[in-house]
């Protein structure tokens, strides 16, 4: 039995990848490909997972955020509402098209450390849940917009709790270094706190926290929620605040290769819950109610990716690449960060992996590339190459590099397949050229 590193994959009797009860060759015959595919059932999976497990293990108040830069687009803010889940949004962009779906933004906190002052009357003006304020500047700014439109913006400020976790150093954000928040070891945390309890036109409901992204130990969360913890009873025996909420961000890791460990999502939960419910009864603060923004692990282990292989070149004692019609525009993420992934040729899909290679993008550029040295079946032109856990920070990180259209989303249920997102035109291309 061939194994795969999503458990929602499997070789169908026809030999071929089926994914969410769909053969994947029959989808890029009928879609075209490059295709995104998305598993619905396990998007609604992880939702009501962090869901329930916050509810359990937290106050009755608390309650997921998915971070929305992972993958955003109108079908995924309606399963996340009909799934009881709030968002986080970076951008307007992100909040608009919440909106447009029909997403209630009451539930959306908005991110971000240069958010312009059009951004922020622009989110104040929709009635965004939360706002996170990044900074001195910000925070000023958000007051006198506040007070002119005469409302009272709930807010969370951004706290660089100091926590160096074991990841990539370009998705490690909760170091004193880091460009995002105030950190409290320089006093900048308890400076913008004062100011924000002082200021006009908005209401300090507690504070944020972001430790980093793809971690897989739960001690660098404990830590931060411990750090977290602690300021908010400085914070209250100096000035009388108390918080009503501790926002501890995202990051729990994805099991993107066999490699790569489980992460026990709501054992973290439990844990993190163990240490903030021991914290609160020793430093004397009332049990906040928490908030987690989970991004990759809400929809990363829910996608995949479909190509068609086009050339592959053999270079004699060397090298062997296996192109694709997509690449480093769909997926930058082997270019940004050298991420690891599996892959398999759809239509090969219970056949031998043994055919060392690199898949290489079209885009005109060496570094275009999704894997270097995997095994894969043997390939030839035609084939559908399937990379797995493509649902975070591809589609979203995608780009028309050399003027290349976006793959289409399709979303799978139980073998039902329907287009979430159309294939760009170029039409599309130029839309927006005078
Ligand atoms: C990126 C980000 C997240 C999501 O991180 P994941 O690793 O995808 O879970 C959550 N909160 C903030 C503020 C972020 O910047």
Redesign the pocket.
Known sequence: MTEFVMENCKVNPKGNLEFAGADTTELAGQYGTPLMLLDENKIREHAALYRDAMKKYFTPDSYPLY?S??LSYKGIYRIMQQEGVGS?A?SCGEIYTAKAAGFDVGKMVF?GNNKTEEDLRYAVRVGIGRI?VDGPEELEELGKICTGLGVKQKIQIRITPGIDPHTHKA?S?GRVDSKFGNAIATGQAEKITRAALKTEGVELMGF?C?V???IFETEPFINASAIMMSFIADMKKKTGFEAKELNL????GVRYVKEHPYFDYEKAIEELSVKIKEQSASLNVKMPDIML?????MVAAAGITLYTVGSVKEIPEMKNYVSIDGGMTDNPRYALYQSQYEAVIANKAGQKADYVCSIAGRCCESGDLIAENIKLQKAKKGDILAVFVTG??NYSMASNYNRLPRPAIVTVRDGHSEVAVRRESYEDLIKNDV
């Open positions: 971070a830069k992972a986080d970076v991110h996170v998705i954000t944020h972001h980093g992204s793809q961000g995202g990051g729990f923004e989970p991004g990759r692990s975070a920070y």
